[in-house]
């Protein structure tokens, strides 16, 4: 069974920068897309980027194309949000969540699509204030 754990949120100020793991056990990444995404208080969860499971392929929500940057360490089981460029707005709650395992996911392009992803972590909270 695939168990997924974010780490790295907090707080951070207006333009800061802040990185996001997500650390898998129990089964190797290799054959998962992983997506993140997150859910500010009173909003729907969203879609914030996604990876496919050899990392050839990335996918961004147009709030975090050119801020955000996803990357993945099969090796390390590790998934990575590097997010720059920070803005009150982006203040949520981020889930990692893997969708899997197939090896359709090694090539893939993946998707943003909540409802497909099967596995999910606990949530990291990212706050961004001055």
């Known amino acids: 069974q695939l168990q997924l754990v974010e780490s790295g949120g907090g707080l951070v100020q207006p333009g800061g920068s802040r990185r996001l793991s997500c650390v898998a056990s129990?089964?190797?990444?290799?054959?998962?897309?992983i997506g993140w995404f997150r859910q500010a208080p009173g909003k729907e969860r969203e879609g914030v980027s996604c990876?496919?499971?050899?990392?050839?392929?990335?996918n961004y929500a147009d709030s975090a194309k050119g801020r955000f940057t996803i990357s993945r360490d099969n090796a390390k089981n590790t998934v990575y949000l590097q997010m720059d460029s920070l803005k009150p707005e982006d203040t949520a709650d981020y889930y990692c969540?893997?969708?899997?395992?197939?090896?359709?996911?090694?090539?893939?392009?993946?998707?943003?699509?909540?409802?497909?992803?099967?596995?999910w972590g606990q949530g990291t909270q990212v706050t961004v204030s001055s």
């Open positions: 990876i496919n499971g050899s990392g050839d392929s990335t």
């Open positions: 129990g089964s190797s990444l290799n054959y998962y897309a």
């Open positions: 969540a893997a969708l899997g395992p197939s090896v359709l996911q090694l090539f893939r392009n993946c998707v943003l699509r909540s409802y497909e992803y099967n596995y």
